[in-house]
C-alpha cells in the first residue's frame, strides 16, 4: 500500500525567505506524486504534480518540487516566499491505473513579516 | 468556470441525527470523491464513483456512512445516527476520467456533531 509522510506539521518562514516543506512517499513501483494547497476554508488546489520524465517540476505561484527516487521524497521548495502563500500543504501519491490517492497529514506553514 | 460547490458550508447536528451532505461536480467530470478531513489529520479517502462503475467503498468507516451519485452528476454523502467522532470537514472532489489524478475540490462542509 502506498503511504505518504510529512514529518513537519508546522514550518514559520520569514517573507522573502526560501522554503522547503518536506515529504516522504512509500510505494513500491514509480509513484505518481502530487502537492496540493488549502487555504483557510478552501478546498484544495493543486500545486503541481509528477508523472515520469524530467524529476524537477514546475507549478503554479512559483513552487517546484524535485522527485529523489533514492531518497523516496517529493520536496516542494520555494526561493521567495510572500505571505499570500500562508496555507496548509499536502503531499499525496497515486499510481498509474490506481484511481485512489492518498494524502499526508499536510505541513501548516506560517509567514511572518 | 464553475467549479466544484458542496452545501451546506455547515452543518451542526445534534448526535443521534441523520445529515446530508451534497457536492455538484464540475460539468463533464465523470469521476467523484469523498474525503473527510479531521482536525490535524490528512485527507481521508472515504468513497470514489467512476462513470456508471460500481462506487469503491472502500474508505467508508462505517455502515452509517453511504454515498449515491445521481444520473452521474449530483452526489449525496448520508451520515445515520451520527457520533461526535463524525464531526469533521468533508470534501468532495471530481476529475476527468482520463486525468483522474488532477482533482479540483470543493469548499468542503463542516459537520460539527453535538
Known amino acids: 500500500a502506498q503511504s505518504v509522510t510529512q514529518p513537519d506539521i508546522h514550518i514559520t518562514v520569514s517573507e522573502g525567505a526560501s522554503l522547503e516543506l518536506r515529504c516522504n512517499y512509500s510505494y513500491g513501483a514509480t509513484p505518481y506524486l502530487f502537492w496540493y494547497v488549502q487555504s483557510p476554508g478552501q478546498g484544495l488546489q493543486l500545486l503541481l504534480k509528477?508523472?515520469?520524465?524530467?524529476?524537477l517540476v514546475q507549478g503554479i505561484k512559483g513552487f517546484e518540487a524535485e522527485f529523489k527516487r533514492s531518497q523516496s521524497s517529493f520536496n516542494l521548495r520555494k526561493p521567495s516566499v510572500h505571505w499570500s502563500d500562508a496555507a496548509e500543504y499536502f503531499c499525496?501519491?497515486?499510481?498509474?491505473?490506481?484511481?485512489?490517492?492518498?494524502f499526508g497529514t499536510g505541513t501548516k506553514l506560517q509567514v511572518i513579516p | 468556470g464553475a467549479g466544484v460547490s458542496q452545501s451546506p458550508s455547515n452543518k451542526v447536528t445534534e448526535k443521534g441525527k441523520d445529515v446530508e451532505l451534497r457536492c455538484d461536480p464540475i460539468?463533464?467530470?465523470?469521476?467523484l470523491y469523498w474525503y473527510r478531513q479531521s482536525l490535524g489529520q490528512g485527507l481521508e479517502f472515504l468513497i470514489y464513483f467512476q462513470g456508471n462503475s460500481a462506487p469503491d467503498k472502500s474508505g467508508l468507516p462505517s455502515d452509517r456512512f453511504s454515498a449515491e451519485r445521481t444520473g452521474g452528476s449530483v452526489s449525496t454523502l448520508t451520515i445515520q445516527r451520527t457520533q461526535q467522532e463524525d464531526s469533521a470537514v468533508y470534501l468532495c472532489?471530481?476529475?476527468?476520467?482520463?486525468?483522474?489524478?488532477?482533482?479540483?475540490f470543493g469548499p468542503g462542509t463542516r459537520l460539527t456533531v453535538t
Open positions: 509528477y508523472f515520469s520524465g524530467d524529476t
Open positions: 460539468s463533464g467530470h465523470t469521476a
Open positions: 499525496a501519491v497515486g499510481a498509474k491505473g490506481y484511481q485512489k490517492v492518498t
Open positions: 472532489a471530481s476529475s476527468l476520467a482520463r486525468q483522474s489524478y488532477e482533482q479540483y
